[in-house]
């Protein structure tokens, strides 16, 4: 009977603290109307059974047994959503309870009071249970209708716990059982206020862990109970009794805090071990990531501490390109995801991981099922969105962030488990996230990328700049032109040539500007379905003629019948001619200048199905490792008459295509140039039908070499 009063205490608190929560929210509001009426229709229960079968005490229970299944379903309904159950359902359990309470209140003015009738009493006993019954069907209808995998599993725990509750309740009436339903009505209540103030559903590990700690500060309360009460063999002293409770729940509520952390942590140490091991490896790994600097060092760990913890069957790490336009995986356990995710292509998933810092599949399955009356674009954003997590293979995504920006994410998954990541664990890799977070900040790769910002916008300056500069050039040309002796005139003194120097000067200076302002201005230029190797052949024919001098050999490996590409020829002329020219330079003594076409099978998934190659590759003087970097940047260059704007605009030129260019090179060993283009999958498609009627023995690259002079 004690236990009745435990479940009253209970009833109380954590209707009090589900309330106290948020008191705005209407499901908190009644889960605590529910609470507060099993807790004071338990309390009314233990005060009357020791009273006789008339008293106002039993009749109170009655009363307030009478208002449990309307409470009840208002509080599921509110809690699983409209279609749980369907409103009929509570208009009729509305009216039995009018009814019953019409009748109980009859009593107070009968002499022969209706509710000491045993009838009566057996029927008011038929309506509660099957009320309750119908909250309990309410969970097993949602259970059916839900189609994620993982609320599933956690709402059969809610609908087992609920059946069980219910059922030992009702036994508790039958006077040969054993009395088990305060127990579970004390635990269940405790177990729903959990799963309301976490705002999901908890998980088997996670229900287990709170309900062992939970009957461990019953059994403690009970004890305390129980010592209080052996003075109190006849239990007639009502008003100390009152006392003792009140001493015992002050008692559980000063301890309650401190012990049950205490609780929480020796059980998950003896029941979860597994759970308890993640937690020590993440600090240990927290604390040996301060020392880490470099992203090499960084990602093994990561990965080894992530897979010892035995939590992970597949984990990932993805870092952000130095141009920003992807995220590369540079390291993985378990299967090999997608290696490259485009920054355009998966916006959304990006900027939702930057934003919240963790996307999870369970959690966008909730958001899927709650817009899953409506078509249109929102729901079409998150089914890319699971698309994405799907391409990376995780169930749950970590934002590795910088200062805002999404420097990299980290990916897990854990397919022998069922369930997924608890939340305790997903705030755990939270912290991993963060710690790598700080890592790459004071790595190269963010000092590449601040360095790409401060670029971008200088040379935004610098466009500006240059237009400005080639005005007063023309006026100064202008000039000088015009006071140039005219032909035929005794020449100046030195005057004549001074002027020439100035035209000269003002030409080149005209040149780089203009150059310069081709690189800034982005032109795509006239594209159209290109032969790439004619394009190839006739610009080394052009170059040929020009360094007739030079004691290059060029060698052509051009692979014949590749698909054709969209491109503009002259602005491809103009790659392939900065990038030969280089290569000439590259060779003041002479060599050999091989120029190679062929076609590369994409990785990518989404993007171009091929890429076509043109690979120009030099025996020159090579690039030193630390001009490798610079390459690309505007005004980089080693000669003395160089602008440093040739591979700028290059480069430009390819992206502008949709490709990129490669470089590889040893100093003193030569580079080499790789230009990709990518290749449309009509053109590719026709081009492997093509390919399958050529014997293996055809497919030769046709080569052209020409000597040196
Ligand atoms: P520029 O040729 O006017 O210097 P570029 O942008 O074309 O400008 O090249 C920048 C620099 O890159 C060159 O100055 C040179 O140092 C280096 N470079 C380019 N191509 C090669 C090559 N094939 N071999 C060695 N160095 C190269």
């Given at each position: 009977m004690l236990s009745a009063l435990v479940a009253a205490i209970v009833g109380l608190a954590v209707g009090g603290a589900v309330l106290l929560r948020d008191p705005r929210r209407s499901v908190h509001v009644l889960f605590a109307t529910f609470a507060f009426n099993v807790a004071v229709q338990r309390l009314l229960h233990f005060l009357g059974s020791t009273q006789e079968s008339g008293s106002l005490l039993r009749w109170a229970a009655m009363l307030a047994a009478v208002s449990l299944p309307a409470t009840a379903q208002r509080f599921f309904r509110a809690f699983l959503g409209d279609e749980a159950g369907p409103p009929p359902m509570s208009r009729i359990t509305l009216a039995g309870a009018v009814v019953l309470y019409l009748a109980l209140l009859s009593s107070l003015f009968l002499t022969t009071p209706v509710h000491t009738n045993q009838w009566f009493y057996l029927g008011l006993l038929t309506y509660v249970f099957l009320g309750l019954y119908l909250s309990v069907y309410y969970l097993y209808r949602r259970y059916r209708r839900t189609p994620s995998r993982v609320e599933k599993i956690r709402l059969l725990y809610l609908l087992i716990g609920g059946l069980a509750t219910v059922t030992a309740a009702a036994l508790d009436l039958?006077?040969?059982?054993?009395?088990?339903?305060?127990?579970?009505?004390?635990?269940?209540?405790?177990?729903?206020?959990?799963?309301?103030?976490?705002?999901?559903?908890?998980?088997?590990?996670?229900?287990l862990g709170r309900m062992v700690v939970l009957a461990a500060l019953a059994s403690i309360a009970t004890l305390i109970f129980g010592l209080l009460l052996i003075k109190l063999v006849d239990l007639n002293e009502i008003g100390l009794l009152f006392l003792n409770a009140l001493i015992a729940s002050t008692a559980i509520i000063i301890v309650f805090e401190p012990l049950r952390a205490l609780l929480e942590r020796v059980v998950n140490r003896w029941m979860f071990q597994e759970k308890y091991e993640l937690f020590r490896r993440i600090e240990s790994l927290r604390t040996d990531l301060m020392n880490v600097i470099d992203v090499r060092d960084l990602v093994p760990r990561v990965l080894s501490a992530l897979e010892d913890s035995r939590r992970v069957t597949h984990a990932s790490m993805y870092i952000v390109d130095p141009d920003g336009s992807a995220y590369d995986l540079i390291g993985h356990v378990g299967p090999r995801p997608e290696g490259r995710i485009d920054a355009v292509a998966h916006r959304g998933f990006l900027e939702r991981l930057r934003r919240a810092g963790v996307v999870s599949v369970e959690g966008l399955e909730r958001e899927l099922l709650a817009l899953r009356n409506r078509q249109g674009e929102e729901r079409e954003a998150l089914l890319l969105v699971v698309r994405a997590l799907e391409l990376v293979n995780g169930s749950v995504v970590l934002a590795i962030l910088g200062e805002e920006q999404l420097l990299g994410m980290l990916v897990l998954r854990d397919e022998r488990l069922r369930e997924a990541y608890s939340s305790e664990e997903i705030e755990l890799f939270r912290s991993v996230a963060a710690s790598i977070g700080v890592t790459l900040q004071n790595s190269q790769i963010y000092e590449r990328m601040k360095e790409r910002d401060r670029l971008a916008a200088l040379g935004q300056m610098a466009a500006g700049l240059a237009h400005e500069i080639r005005n007063p050039l023309g006026s100064i040309k202008g000039a000088a032109q015009y006071l140039q002796p005219v032909e035929g005139q005794q020449p100046e003194g030195s005057t004549r040539e001074f002027l020439g120097i100035i035209v000269e000067e003002v030409d080149r200076l005209n040149k780089i500007v203009s150059q310069f302002l081709?690189?800034?201005?982005?032109?795509?230029?006239e594209q159209s379905p290109l032969d790439v190797n004619d394009v190839v052949r006739k610009t080394l024919n052009?170059?040929?003629?020009?360094?007739?001098?030079s004691h290059v050999e060029i060698v052509m490996n051009l692979l014949d019948?590749?698909?054709?590409?969209?491109?503009?020829?002259?602005?491809?002329?103009?790659?392939?001619?900065?990038?030969t020219l280089n290569a000439f330079d590259a060779m003041p003594q002479g060599g050999r200048l091989q120029v190679t076409t062929s076609l590369r099978r994409s990785t990518r998934r989404g993007a171009a199905a091929a890429f076509l190659e043109i690979r120009i590759r030099d025996d020159g003087i090579g690039i030193p490792l630390a001009d490798l970097r610079n390459l690309f940047i505007p005004f980089f260059t080693t000669k003395e008459k160089g602008t440093g704007l040739g591979l700028p605009i290059s480069q430009r030129i390819i992206e502008n295509h949709g490709g990129t260019i490669e470089v590889r090179s040893q100093p003193g060993s030569g580079a080499t140039f790789t230009v990709l283009l990518p290749v449309e999958a009509d053109a590719y498609a026709s081009y492997a039908e093509a390919r399958k009627s050529?014997?293996?023995?055809?497919?030769?690259?046709?080569?052209?070499?020409v000597s040196p002079k």
């Open positions: 039958v006077p040969w059982m054993p009395s088990l339903g305060n127990i579970l009505i004390t635990i269940y209540l405790y177990f729903l206020s959990q799963t309301l103030v976490r705002y999901r559903l908890l998980d088997l590990n996670e229900l081709d690189y800034a201005r982005p032109y795509r230029g052009l170059i040929e003629r020009e360094r007739s001098g019948g590749l698909p054709p590409v969209r491109a503009d020829a002259q602005q491809l002329r103009q790659v392939i001619l900065n990038l050529v014997p293996p023995g055809m497919r030769k690259p046709t080569s052209a070499t």
